[in-house]
């Protein structure tokens, strides 16, 4: 399979122009499950465009439009090739170079997860600052949409894996505090407040 953007961000007929902005803990748009999207429009790859744009300049490695303002069931996600933090990928039961695949544009993706669990750090772009354990399936089977239209699948295992679940829980309007065992949750709660509390300050 070629590179999911190929084709769909081939043209860009328009400057890019960084209108996204991140939100933060405390706005409601995250808790906000989001809706299904039928036709891959102008406007929905305008938006992926921009999206990894600001995951990029943000320095994320996923992202997803409830943290951007739209509630759409639309995350982006691109492992770097320098990270040092392992990932797996299969297509088929074959395992790929996932950086072919990278970057990665999930639309409505249904996910099923193995028993087995992994616990590992984790951050979010709208809890700045705040890096947390978090327990999640160690493997992810994932079927969504690509920009073409089309209905892919793939398999996914560390930090991959991890990031498609932290995403399609945004999707949901799910945020990783929300998976913290109690005695972690005990220990961020100071941090968890505190970026609450900036963002209903900053309005
Ligand atoms: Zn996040």
């Known amino acids: 399979m070629e590179n999911l953007l190929s084709t769909g961000l081939g043209f860009r007929y328009f400057p890019v122009f960084m209108v996204l902005k991140i939100v933060n803990y405390g ?10 999207i039928t036709k891959v429009t102008p406007e929905i790859r305008e938006l992926v465009a921009d999206m990894i744009d600001k995951m990029h300049e943000a320095h994320g490695i996923g992202l997803a439009a409830q943290q951007v303002g739209r509630d ?23 395992e790929v170079d996932l950086h072919d695949y990278m970057p990665l544009v999930l639309i409505n993706p249904q996910i099923t ?25 160690y493997r992810v089977s994932v079927t ?18 991890r990031a498609v679940q932290h995403e399609v829980d945004h999707l949901n309007g799910i945020l990783f505090i929300d998976r913290l065992t109690k005695a972690e949750r005990a220990l961020a709660q100071g941090e968890i407040d505190a970026l609450r509390g900036q963002s209903v300050t900053a309005g």
């Open 27 to 36: 706005d409601p748009i995250l808790r906000k499950v989001g809706r299904s």
């Open 72 to 94: 759409l069931q639309l995350a982006v996600i691109d492992i770097p090739k320098d990270i040092e933090r392992p990932s797996r990928m299969w297509l088929e039961g074959k």
């Open 113 to 137: 997860l193995t028993k087995k669990k992994e616990t590992d750090s984790e951050g979010c772009l709208s809890f700045p600052g705040l890096t947390v354990e978090v327990s999640r399936g």
């Open 144 to 161: 969504c949409m690509n920009l073409e239209g089309k209905t892919w699948s793939f398999d996914a295992a560390g930090l991959l894996g």
